[in-house]
């Protein structure tokens, strides 16, 4: 393993801590919202209705807004400009 | 917090985050759990100096013959345990000698309780069948704890 591959390994898991640490801080209404939109298989919006109880129609701007919440959360706001440094577009680390 | 981090990347970097968090083993969590229960206990640590075991491996080359007592002793500053092994009890006694009372915390976390009598000798029966530790506290303060044991 190379320094490179080591640097890059160490930003991400420090984005994957400052990541958890936001999630975290949210209102346990988005965990669950966001919870089930990233599980594996996803949800249908169906499913988040029944499980949440959010009409169908306001879970897009729902998502939007705890997706803000979490990028305006102190946690990311403290990862600042190191985060640029990372690709966030690449699967796993160092690939 | 880069301004490219649109919705579908964070809510992708977010999965990741909480992914590789799922990934580390459930026997790390376990210990380190373990450890943080142990973390505020007062009591000395005793180490295990000798194990019967051990030696008898190391002499296996000389004899052929197996002892059929395992013999263990921990030591801690105060106080030495010495253990022996006889079919399904776990005999031992305090050194220097003295009474008290001894809990059996087995990694499950079950605690129970045997008497020490004044000369320093305790039973233990049945020996638990996963790994267990003992705790000792004396009638003159003495609070010893011992690594973990497998018989």
Same mark, same amino acid.
């Given at each position: 393993m190379d320094d490179a591959t080591i640097d890059g390994e160490i930003l991400v898991a420090e984005r994957n801590a400052a990541?958890?640490?936001?999630?975290?801080?949210?209102?346990?209404?988005?965990?669950?919202?966001?919870?089930?939109?990233?599980?594996?298989?996803?949800?249908?919006?169906?499913?988040?209705?029944?499980?949440?109880?959010?009409?169908?129609?306001?879970?897009?701007?729902?998502?939007?807004?705890c997706l803000d919440r979490l990028r305006q959360s102190d946690a990311l706001a403290a990862l600042g400009e190191g985060g640029e440094r990372i690709d966030i577009r690449g699967g796993e680390p160092g690939a | 917090m880069p301004d490219y981090w649109d919705d579908d990347r964070l809510l992708g970097?977010?999965?990741?985050?909480?992914? =590789?968090?799922? @990934?580390?083993?459930?026997?790390?969590?376990?210990?380190? $759990?373990?450890?943080? *229960?142990?973390?505020?206990?007062? =009591?000395?640590? @005793?180490?295990?100096?000798?194990?019967?075991?051990?030696? $008898?491996?190391?002499? *296996?080359?000389?004899r052929s013959e197996t002892a059929s007592i395992r013999a263990l002793t921990f030591t801690s500053a105060h106080l030495t345990l010495e253990l022996e092994v006889t079919g399904?009890?776990?005999?031992?006694?305090?050194?220097?000698?003295?009474?008290?009372?001894?809990?059996?915390?087995t990694r499950a976390g079950q605690i129970s309780t045997t008497e020490v009598d004044e000369i320093g000798c305790f039973s233990v029966d049945p020996i638990p069948d996963i790994q267990f530790r003992l705790r000792c506290r004396t009638a003159d303060?003495?609070?010893?704890?011992?690594?973990?044991?497998?018989?």
């Open positions: 990541l958890r640490a936001a999630f975290a801080a949210l209102p346990p209404r988005c965990q669950q919202l966001l919870s089930m939109l990233i599980s594996d298989p996803p949800h249908s919006y169906a499913d988040i209705h029944a499980e949440l109880g959010l009409p169908v129609g306001s879970i897009g701007p729902q998502r939007a807004r | 970097a977010l999965s990741q985050a909480l992914k =590789a968090r799922q @990934a580390v083993p459930s026997w790390f969590i376990e210990t380190g $759990r373990n450890a943080f *229960a142990w973390h505020n206990i007062d =009591a000395e640590l @005793a180490q295990l100096t000798y194990d019967s075991h051990g030696d $008898r491996r190391e002499a *296996a080359v000389l399904n009890s776990l005999l031992g006694q305090l050194l220097p000698p003295r009474a008290g009372e001894l809990e059996i915390h303060g003495t609070d010893v704890l011992t690594g973990w044991i497998t018989i």
